[in-house]
C-alpha cells in the first residue's frame, strides 16, 4: 500500500491505478495522517516566509459568517469546486471536454482575483481555448479523412491524437501545474504588500496547500475523483474544527 500512496508520486507521477482498489479506505486514512501532519509541519514555514509582507485574512473573513455558512464553504463548496477545477482532468486519457469544462469552471471562479490568482485564471482560459482548437481540428481532419476514405495515402494524426500521446507518456506535467495552480489560487487567503521579497517567497507561504494538492492528487489518481474529493473535505473539517489551535493558513 505504501507504494501506492507514497509521496513519492510527486517526483515521479504516473497514471497506473491502485494496485488494489479494496484497500482505499487505508489508503486514505494514511494520506489523511501524511496530508495533516505534512501541512502542519509546512505551517510553520509558511508562517515565517508569510512575514515580509502577507497579512492573512481568511481566517477573520471566515468566522464572520454564520456557522451553517461555514460549514457550508469548508466542506461542501470548496472542495467540490477544487477538486473539479484542478483534479478532475487527472487520469490517464485525455479528455477535451472534461479539460475544457473545468478550464471554464476554474475562469469564472478565479477572474474575480488579482495577482496569482489572475495569472491561474488566465493559464484556465488558454486551457479552454486550446481544449477548443484540438476538437475543431480532429473535426476537420475527422471529415477530411471521410472524404478521402477510398485513398490508400496513411493520412496524419490530429493534433489532438499528439496530445492525447504527450498526456498520457508524460504525467508529470499535469500533475506538477495542477498542483503549482492549486497552492498559489490561495494567494489570495492573503493581503499581500507587493516586494520582490513577498514573490520569491510566495511558493513558501502556500506549500502547506501544495503539500495537500499532492495528497489530494494522490487519492483521485490511485482511487477515483470521489476520493480525492473526500479526503479533501475531510481535511477541511479537521482543520475547520480546531481553527483556535491551528492558523487559518492551512486551510485549502
Known amino acids: 500500500?505504501?507504494?501506492?500512496?507514497?509521496?513519492?508520486?510527486?517526483?515521479?507521477?504516473?497514471?497506473?491505478?491502485?494496485?488494489?482498489r479494496g484497500r482505499w479506505p487505508g489508503g486514505l486514512a494514511l494520506l489523511f495522517v501524511i496530508g495533516l501532519g505534512?501541512?502542519?509541519?509546512?505551517?510553520?514555514?509558511?508562517?515565517?516566509?508569510?512575514?515580509?509582507?502577507?497579512?492573512?485574512?481568511?481566517?477573520?473573513e471566515l468566522l464572520e459568517r454564520p456557522l451553517v455558512d461555514q460549514f457550508v464553504l469548508v466542506a461542501l463548496l470548496a472542495p467540490v469546486v477544487e477538486e473539479l477545477v484542478f483534479r478532475l482532468p487527472l487520469a490517464g486519457r485525455l479528455r477535451l471536454g472534461v479539460l475544457?469544462?473545468?478550464?471554464?469552471?476554474?475562469?469564472?471562479?478565479?477572474?474575480?482575483?488579482?495577482?496569482?490568482?489572475?495569472?491561474?485564471?488566465?493559464v484556465f482560459g488558454i486551457i479552454v481555448v486550446a481544449s477548443g482548437v484540438l476538437w475543431i481540428q480532429s473535426l476537420i481532419v475527422g471529415v477530411t479523412r471521410d472524404a478521402a476514405e477510398n485513398e490508400?495515402?496513411?493520412?496524419?494524426?490530429?493534433?489532438?491524437?499528439?496530445?492525447?500521446?504527450?498526456?498520457?507518456?508524460?504525467?508529470?506535467?499535469?500533475v506538477w501545474c495542477s498542483i503549482a495552480a492549486f497552492g498559489f489560487v490561495h494567494l489570495s487567503n492573503y493581503d499581500v504588500n507587493l516586494s520582490v521579497a513577498a514573490i520569491i517567497v510566495a511558493p513558501l507561504v502556500v506549500s502547506p496547500q501544495m503539500w495537500l494538492g499532492l495528497m489530494f492528487t494522490i487519492a483521485r489518481v490511485r482511487y477515483g475523483w470521489w476520493a480525492g474529493l473526500a479526503l479533501h473535505a475531510f481535511h477541511n473539517l479537521a482543520v475547520w474544527g480546531v481553527t483556535s489551535s491551528l492558523s487559518p493558513s492551512a486551510l485549502p
Open 152 to 174: 490508400s495515402a496513411p493520412t496524419p494524426p490530429t493534433w489532438r491524437d499528439s496530445a492525447a500521446g504527450w498526456w498520457s507518456s508524460h504525467p508529470g506535467w499535469p
Open 100 to 122: 475544457a469544462a473545468t478550464g471554464a469552471i476554474g475562469v469564472l471562479n478565479f477572474a474575480g482575483g488579482d495577482g496569482p490568482v489572475i495569472a491561474v485564471a488566465a
Open 38 to 60: 505534512g501541512s502542519i509541519t509546512l505551517l510553520a514555514v509558511s508562517l515565517i516566509a508569510s512575514m515580509v509582507g502577507y497579512d492573512n485574512t481568511l481566517g477573520s
Open 1 to 20: 500500500m505504501w507504494s501506492t500512496i507514497s509521496p513519492r508520486f510527486g517526483v515521479r507521477p504516473d497514471w497506473r491505478s491502485a494496485a488494489v
